[in-house]
């Protein structure tokens, strides 16, 4: 069965320092997408990335970060000097299917303040 | 929000009182979902549809209702209200191809309130 487990349930960060959120995972597919949404305090989700289980080369975009590592089932994001409009929960997730016809399974969130 | 309506955005419902929440796409995706979101649980899937004519459960499917009778349309119907079914709701489309990987969009959510 898949799973993807934030531990942080909640972080707060200064603004302009960097943070990075936690993801981990697990599956028994050997073919598998994983996803980061965000969700900021007006509610919409908001697709960021998409890594498939073949590409293992971290992304970078502008001052987001993705690393992932499947030795450690763990796909962690990271924001550079951070700024009070990244305040939102992040959703991190998971789907083994790559017809499309496999539902997302979601982290319960991590909720992000960045005080000014 | 990729195309995806969701109707009405607020209500409030009485116990034991039935409504449908409306999901419209105009991207022609063949994959339609619902997830409702509650606090501390992320969120977590009701029912899904790969296609027209075609739905299946979720994590979550007890005392909700779909059907697809066409491409456009997926909507989710509370048979018998429930306060446990205060919640916000998600529809959700996407692409069956590789190449996007079934990356799902969100529709801007729905507000459900039951008293």
């Known amino acids: 069965a898949q799973k993807v487990t934030q531990a942080q349930t909640e972080i707060s960060v200064v603004e302009k320092e960097d943070v990075t959120l936690d993801c981990v995972y697990e599956t028994r597919d050997t073919t598998y997408y994983l996803f980061w949404y965000k969700q900021p305090p007006s509610g919409e989700l908001v697709f960021l990335i998409r890594r498939n289980s073949f590409d293992e080369q971290n992304e970078i975009s502008g001052r987001y970060s993705w690393n992932f590592q499947k030795s450690t089932s763990s796909f962690n994001f990271t924001i550079t000097a951070s700024q009070v409009v990244d305040s939102a929960v992040y959703f991190c997730a998971l789907s083994e299917d790559r017809s499309g016809n496999t539902p997302l399974v979601f982290g319960k969130g991590t909720r992000l303040s960045v005080i000014a | 929000n990729a195309g995806v309506t969701q109707t009405p955005k607020f209500q409030v419902l009485k116990t034991g009182q039935s409504m449908t929440l409306q999901c419209a796409q105009d991207?022609?995706?063949?994959?339609m979902s619902w997830y409702r979101q509650d606090p501390g649980m992320g969120l977590r899937l009701i029912h899904y549809?790969?296609?027209?004519?075609?739905?299946d459960q979720g994590e979550v499917p007890n005392g909700y209702n779909v059907s697809r009778s066409t491409t456009e349309d997926f909507p989710l119907r509370l048979l018998s209200a429930a306060p446990s079914q205060t919640s916000v709701y998600f529809c959700?489309?996407?692409?069956?191809?590789?190449?996007?990987?079934?990356?799902?969009?969100f529709g801007e959510g729905s507000w459900l309130t039951v008293v």
């Open positions: 549809s790969v296609g027209a004519g075609i739905t």
């Open positions: 959700a489309i996407s692409e069956s191809r590789w190449e996007t990987g079934n990356t799902i969009y």
């Open positions: 991207m022609n995706h063949e994959y």
